[in-house]
Structures are given as C-alpha cells and as structure tokens.
C-alpha cells in the first residue's frame, strides 16, 4: 500500500482538530478551576495531558487514515460514523468537565465515549487490524480518564 500522504495529513488533521477544539474550554481553567479542585492520589502532573493526548489524536488519526485507505471496504461507512460519534464525544467531554465544570455529567459522556472506543476498535478491526490495535492506547488512556473523572467527581460533591 503506498502511503496518501495528503490523505494521512488530513486524517490526523481532523483528530488533532479535535484536541485543539476540547482545550479551548482546558486551557483557562487548568490554573483556576482545575488546580482548586481535591485530586485523587494518582492523579498525575498537569504536563502530562498535553504529550499524551497529542500523541493520542496521532494515533488516532494513523488509524483513521488506515481505515480510509483500506482495501477492505466492509463496513467502512458505519466504522467511519462511529469514529466520529466517538470523537464528537472527546471533544463534549472537555466541554462538560472544564466549560461547564460538571465532573458529573462528565463522566457520563466518557462512559460513553469508553463504548463508543470499544465500538470504533470492533469495526476497525474488520477493515484494518493495525488501524484498531492504534486506539488501544486511547481506550487505556480513557480508561483511566474515566477513573480519575469518577474520583474528581465524588472527591468534590
């Protein structure tokens, strides 16, 4: 398979967009709402989130434009609508949790979002096995968010 490069630069694009999109709502309430709130133990250092997500969306959007790029059509449309209900969700989770500052109804989303990664991992495993095993690193990644937005919450009722 030869490599689209445009097509690869706008998959990630699209993916990276997204990150760019939740951390207008991050940005200004990391210092301020953010840092007054109780954090569980684990919770790690603020630097950590930007390297992790970026490295993340990359992924993210490797996998998307192995899905694109695919021989196999398959069920190409619907893994394609479920990757972007999936990053949709991303991107209301920093909406809910930072915009509107609801740990709560935060982690209803990423709940959502966590099946919403397991179900984009299934479809893309149909048409391409390397694209889904990319996002496993996102599904851990969500995975412990889910945690530490649970702690948050129930830290700060």
Same mark, same amino acid.
């Given at each position: 398979?030869?490599?689209?490069?445009? &097509?690869?630069?706008?998959?990630?694009? *699209?993916?990276?967009? =997204?990150?760019? @999109?939740?951390?207008?709502?991050t940005v #200004?309430? %990391?210092p301020?709402?953010?840092?007054?709130?109780?954090?569980?133990?684990?919770s790690?250092?603020?630097?950590v989130?930007g390297?992790?997500?970026?490295?993340?969306?990359?992924?993210?959007?490797?996998?998307l434009?192995?899905?694109?790029?695919?021989k196999? &059509?398959?069920?190409?449309?619907?893994? *394609?609508?479920?990757? =972007?209900?999936? @990053?949709?969700?991303?991107?209301l989770? #920093?909406? %809910?949790?930072?915009?509107?500052?609801?740990?709560?109804?935060?982690f209803?989303?990423?709940?959502a979002?966590?099946?919403?990664?397991?179900?984009?991992?299934?479809?893309?495993?149909?048409?391409?096995?390397v694209?889904?095993?990319?996002?496993y690193?996102?599904?851990?990644?969500?995975?412990?968010?889910?945690?530490?937005?649970y702690?948050?919450?129930?830290?700060?009722?």
């Open positions: 398979m030869s490599i689209k490069i445009p &097509k690869l630069i706008l998959s990630i694009g *699209i993916c990276l967009g =997204a990150g760019i @999109l939740g951390s207008f709502f #200004s309430s %990391i301020t709402w953010y840092a007054a709130l109780n954090k569980p133990s684990f790690p250092p603020n630097f989130f390297p992790v997500w970026t490295i993340l969306y990359i992924l993210m959007g490797i996998s434009y192995l899905v694109l790029s695919g196999r &059509k398959g069920e190409r449309g619907k893994a *394609i609508q479920i990757f =972007a209900v999936q @990053l949709v969700l991303n991107v989770w #920093s909406i %809910i949790f930072f915009g509107m500052r609801n740990p709560a109804l935060a209803v989303d990423i709940v979002l966590w099946i919403a990664i397991v179900v984009t991992i299934k479809y893309f495993y149909s048409i391409s096995k694209a889904s095993y990319l996002l690193p996102y599904l851990v990644w969500v995975s412990f968010a889910a945690i530490l937005n702690s948050i919450w129930v830290l700060n009722k």
